[in-house]
T-cell receptor, first 114, second 113 residues
Framework: AQKITQTQPGMFVQEKEAVTLDCTYD???????LFWYKQPSSGEMIFLIY??????QNATEGRYSLNFQKARKSANLVISASQLGDSAMYFC???????????FGTGTRLQVFP | GAVVSQHPSWVICKSGTSVKIECRSL??????MFWYRQFPKQSLMLMAT?????????EQGVEKDKFLINHASLTLSTLTVTSAHPEDSSFYIC?????????FGPGTRLTVT
């Protein structure tokens, strides 16, 4: 069965610093997709970044990058130059092949302080 | 990116009544939509997959007679919580796929008194 693990319930980072949020996954399927979402206190889920299992390069979207290590089954999110507005819950998710269903990790609460 | 809307954004209802939540894809067609439930300080749990023109597929442990899903068009899926009870109070979020990405609605906060 597919599984997503986020071992950091909470993280603190100072403004303008970089932070890495950990995510490991388990699947026997060779084809899968990995996602990161941000959920601020308002509750909306904001799509941040996507990595396909066959993508050769790590995905990047502005200040977000995904450190994809396939052999270790990890897909850590790196946020560079943190901003106060980055304070939120962050969820890692994996998509099952052929169904589009997303399986979510338990999330990491990131707090950015001045 | 694609936009998904939900209505209402919050609702309070009395125990025993039914509540309908709408999920719309505003600028794209979605043959498949998903309904999630999120309890406070917890992750999103998939409830069901809504397929346009056919019956929804429910996850294990989700009562299909309690959570009625209808996907009548390519842009609209509805979730009806029937005979709601206080334990159904939660944050309900829908999503729809567009290409490789999956876009979420803003969520509906349901409180059953």
């Amino acid at each position: 069965a597919q599984k997503i693990t986020q071992t950091q319930p909470g993280m603190f980072v100072q403004e303008k610093e970089a932070v890495t949020l950990d995510c490991t996954y388990d699947t026997s399927d060779p084809s899968y997709g990995l996602f990161w979402y941000k959920q601020p206190s308002s509750g909306e889920m904001i799509f941040l970044i996507y990595q396909g299992s066959y993508d050769q390069q790590n995905a990047t979207e502005g200040r977000y990058s995904l450190n994809f290590q396939k052999a270790r089954k990890s897909a850590n999110l790196v946020i560079s130059a943190s901003q106060l507005g980055d304070s939120a819950m962050y969820f890692c998710a994996m998509r099952e092949r052929n169904t589009d269903k997303l399986i979510f990790g338990t999330g990491t609460r990131l707090q950015v302080f001045p | 990116g694609a936009v998904v809307s939900q209505h209402p954004s919050w609702v309070i209802c009395k125990s025993g009544t039914s509540v309908k939540i709408e999920c719309r894809s505003l600028d794209f067609q979605a043959t498949t939509m998903f309904w999630y439930r999120q309890f406070p300080k917890q992750s999103l749990m998939l409830m069901a997959t809504s397929n346009e023109g056919s019956k929804a597929t429910y996850e294990q442990g989700v009562e299909k007679d309690k959570f009625l899903i209808n996907h009548a068009s390519l842009t609209l899926s509805t979730l009806t919580v029937t005979s709601a009870h206080p334990e159904d109070s939660s944050f309900y979020i829908c999503s729809a796929s567009s290409g490789n990405e999956q876009y979420f609605g803003p969520g509906t906060r349901l409180t059953v008194t």
